[in-house]
């Protein structure tokens, strides 16, 4: 079945390490996104890829970095300048940005940095 | 500023109890609204695209409907496994990305 994969589902982090979430999918999207979800907050974009080796920052892009080497790949990796990074992170793609239809989701990862 | 307001922030129901949720929206063109279904520690679940005032479309119990400035999820007699966080999202026409609402918390009890 086609879908998103995210990975861990769950991560501890102490404070001052970096941390790369994973995300894959198989649906043969062109376009992804990462969006942070806070507890009372709408889901906030973070990065997103229209294309490989293409990535733009999105509205709370500050201590987060991406890469966009493969189209099936877009891992997020949370830098120690983050200075909240606990939160639930989502994977999502599209057919193509800007979006015509619907975001695909994964299930998320949850971070926290004790 | 594109902005997005859901109400309520939270809704009760008896199983059966029909009632809508709202989407009100400030969009510089709207490209389209979404909206997603969301389970306790779950990636959000697509539901509909509405593109243009006076759409509408259904699924299930759930229909949605849009207007020039609001859309609305109308839940017709609802069940306990309705019960989840509704998200509303728009796209404007010059943006890449969606901007979410912060959702409805539908609590549906038998």
């Known amino acids: 079945d086609g879908g998103i994969t995210q990975s861990p589902k769950y991560l501890f982090r102490k404070e001052g390490q970096n941390v790369t979430l994973s995300c894959e999918q198989n649906?043969?999207?062109?376009?992804m996104y990462w969006y942070r979800q806070d507890p009372g907050q709408g889901l906030r974009l973070i990065y997103y890829?229209?294309?490989?080796?293409?990535?733009q920052k999105g509205d709370i892009a500050e201590g987060y970095s991406v890469s966009r080497e493969k189209k099936e790949s877009f891992p997020l990796t949370v830098t120690s300048a983050q200075k909240n990074p606990t939160a639930f992170y989502l994977c999502?793609?599209?057919?193509?940005?800007?979006?015509?239809?619907?975001?695909?989701f994964g299930e998320g990862s949850r971070l926290t940095v004790l | 500023e594109d902005q997005v307001t859901q109400s309520p922030e939270a809704l009760r129901l008896q199983e059966g109890e029909s009632s809508s949720l709202n989407c009100s929206y400030t969009v510089s063109g709207l490209r389209g609204l979404f909206w997603y279904r969301q389970d306790p520690g779950k990636g959000p679940e697509f539901l509909f695209t509405?593109?243009?005032a006076g759409e509408e479309k259904e699924k299930e119990r759930l229909k949605a409907t849009l207007t020039k400035k609001e859309s609305f999820l109308h839940i017709t007699a609802p069940k306990p496994e309705d019960s989840a966080t509704y998200l509303c999202a728009v796209q404007p026409n010059s943006g890449y990305a969606l901007n979410f609402g912060k959702g409805t918390s539908l609590l549906v009890t038998p």
């Open positions: 999502a793609s599209s057919r193509r940005a800007p979006p015509t239809g619907e975001l695909f």
């Open positions: 890829s229209q294309i490989v080796n293409d990535f």
């Open positions: 649906l043969n999207h062109d376009a």
């Open positions: 509405l593109y243009s």
